[in-house]
Antibody, heavy 122, light 107 residues
Framework: EVQLVESGGGLVQPGGSLRLSCAAS????????MNWVRQAPGKGLEWVSY????????YYADSVRGRFTISRDNAKNSLYLQVNSLRAEDTALYYC???????????????WGQGTLVTVSS | DIQMTQSPSTLSASVGDRVTITCRAS??????LAWYQQKPGKAPKLLIY???SFETGVPSRFSGSGSGTEFTLTISSLQPDDFATYYC?????????FGQGTKVEIK
């Protein structure tokens, strides 16, 4: 059974930091590019960051570039998001997700965790 | 950045209705479009990728079409389990972007 389990969220003051983790199992994690997607309470989905299967290619949303850092450890089947300089508008449920890649040879298999909640408040 | 605009934002329908949701991109994204279904308190679930390809296990009443800048998600006969919020997402170029969502409600 495929599982993505996020952890590391919590209540943090503005300007603070957290390290979000996502533990993967049930699929060949090292073969999948991975993403973080967030959802503010009662709002829509926002893509945050992408990392290629080997970790060499990384992208960020403009809203987090310079403050957030994505990384992965394929030996530990884990994805990470270091979130620094947090703002109230970063309050959201953070999902790790594989998402469809821009590839004609991909034939399905999209995985999402249940999310970890980050609340930024004083 | 590519803007994704869904319409309508809310849709009231009855079981058995044919439902169509539209997603427009601010520039061409070829067929690099996905559709997701999200229920309250749950993670999104992929329905359609590459505009019209089915994710494994998705009921055949769901279908996707379009290319370029205009796309549609159709539910041929709405079932009780389909009342949810639906999002489109482009993955043609970074930053990847989602539409604002369409909530399908019971009429």
């Amino acid at each position: 059974e495929v599982q993505l389990v996020e952890s590391g969220g919590g209540l943090v003051q503005p300007g603070g930091s957290l390290r979000l983790s996502c533990a993967a199992s049930g699929f060949t994690f090292s073969s999948y590019s991975m993403n973080w997607v967030r959802q503010a309470p009662g709002k829509g989905l926002e893509w945050v960051s992408y990392i290629s299967s080997g970790g060499s290619t990384i992208y960020y949303a403009d809203s987090v570039r310079g403050r957030f850092t994505i990384s992965r450890d394929n030996a530990k089947n884990s994805l990470y998001l270091q979130v620094n300089s947090l703002r109230a508008e970063d309050t959201a449920l953070y999902y790790c997700a594989s998402l469809p890649p821009r590839s004609s040879s991909w034939y399905g298999g999209d995985y999402w965790g249940q999310g970890t909640l980050v609340t930024v408040s004083s | 950045d590519i803007q994704m605009t869904q319409s309508p934002s809310t849709l009231s329908a009855s079981v058995g209705d044919r439902v169509t949701i539209t997603c427009r991109a601010s520039q061409s994204i070829s067929s690099w479009l996905a559709w997701y279904q999200q229920k309250p308190g749950k993670a999104p679930k992929l329905l359609i990728y590459k505009a019209s390809s089915f994710e494994t296990g998705v009921p055949s009443r769901f279908s996707g079409s379009g290319s370029g800048t205009e796309f549609t998600l159709t539910i041929s006969s709405l079932q009780p389990d389909d009342f949810a919020t639906y999002y489109c997402q482009q993955y043609n170029s970074y930053p990847w972007t989602f539409g604002q969502g369409t909530k399908v409600e019971i009429k």
